[in-house]
């Protein structure tokens, strides 16, 4: 139920990443290649990058198919960024949000996306908005799964958790809630990439020391991309990948144990990869 790209780089055209190769995101709107979930992709899309000495990213986002847009063709063209995150959306269900549904949901520094679909929505996360402050409820962009996950997350966040162990902590609290949910969830802030692997496909291409793409599916036949198995959290710079396998979530929760700060979702100890050359982007 969508798919979603992040990179990590040398400044480059929007379109190098997202349009021109002969998989890209652009052409996976309509025509994905491992989609488990889902086949046309025209519910939305939106693209979140980085302006130089701008830490605060810039968001496009639109209600429809990326491929009726010709302003994102134009944009994708001439905008250069070192860092963006982008995704194309299948509505879970439909919904009247428009765009605002349309991922990346951004905060501050920090760019999301999530693939997939929370079973039981919304009734089986109810109690989990119940756990929320009132501010970020009223401050949640649309009113699907996604942007709850992403209200979640960016609750853990703002209280001081890193990136990796946001996301996995949310992924294990949600899927304690909603059994079957499909959690592969993306984040940026311009210099890191976090992501899970949970019910859907997650690839990763890196040069060392030069740049990391983190997507759905590969975006051309490259060798050199690398499948993360399912149930792994990714984190990734520019310079390398680590991989660490997430655990199921138990049921039910211990007593006296605080499932939103609940680190037992990561198994030690952390796998490094040790990326290879891919084709490199031009200068």
């Known amino acids: 139920m969508c798919r979603h790209i992040a990179y990590l780089g040398p400044d480059l055209a929007l379109g190098w990443v997202l349009v021109d190769p002969p998989h890209a995101l652009f052409r996976q709107s309509w025509a994905p290649r491992r989609q ?11 693209v979140g990058w980085y302006a130089e000495g701008d830490p605060v990213p810039g968001r496009y986002r639109r209600a429809g198919p990326i491929w009726g847009d010709q302003s994102f063709a134009d944009l994708a063209r001439v905008v250069r960024t070192g860092a963006l995150l982008a995704a194309v959306r299948d509505a879970t269900v439909a919904g009247a949000d428009d765009e605002a549904a349309a991922a990346p949901f951004a905060a501050g520094v920090w760019l999301f996306s999530h693939n997939g679909a929370v079973a039981g929505w919304p009734r089986s996360l109810a109690h989990l908005a119940d756990g929320l402050p009132a501010v970020e409820l009223l401050s949640m962009e649309a009113r699907n799964d996604s942007a709850l996950v992403w209200a979640l997350v960016l609750n853990r966040l ?76 990714l984190a990734a710079s520019r310079t390398d990948v680590l991989l660490t396998p997430l655990k199921e979530p138990e049921d039910p929760v211990r007593p006296g144990s605080d499932p939103g700060h609940d680190d037992s979702s990561l198994v030690p100890p952390v796998s490094l990869v040790s990326p290879v050359l891919p084709k490199e982007p031009p200068a």
């Open 36 to 46: 488990r979930y889902g086949t046309v992709n025209a519910d939305g899309f939106g």
């Open 158 to 233: 703002r209280a001081g958790d890193e990136e990796g162990q946001a996301l996995a902590d949310t992924v294990l609290e949600v899927a304690r809630a909603a059994p079957g949910s499909r959690l592969n969830l993306l984040l940026t802030n311009g210099d890191t990439i976090a992501a899970t692997a949970w019910g859907d496909t997650l690839w990763y291409l890196a040069a060392p020391g030069r740049s990391t793409v983190v997507a759905s599916e590969p975006y051309d036949d490259d060798p050199h991309w690398v499948e993360v198995p399912d149930r792994t959290l």
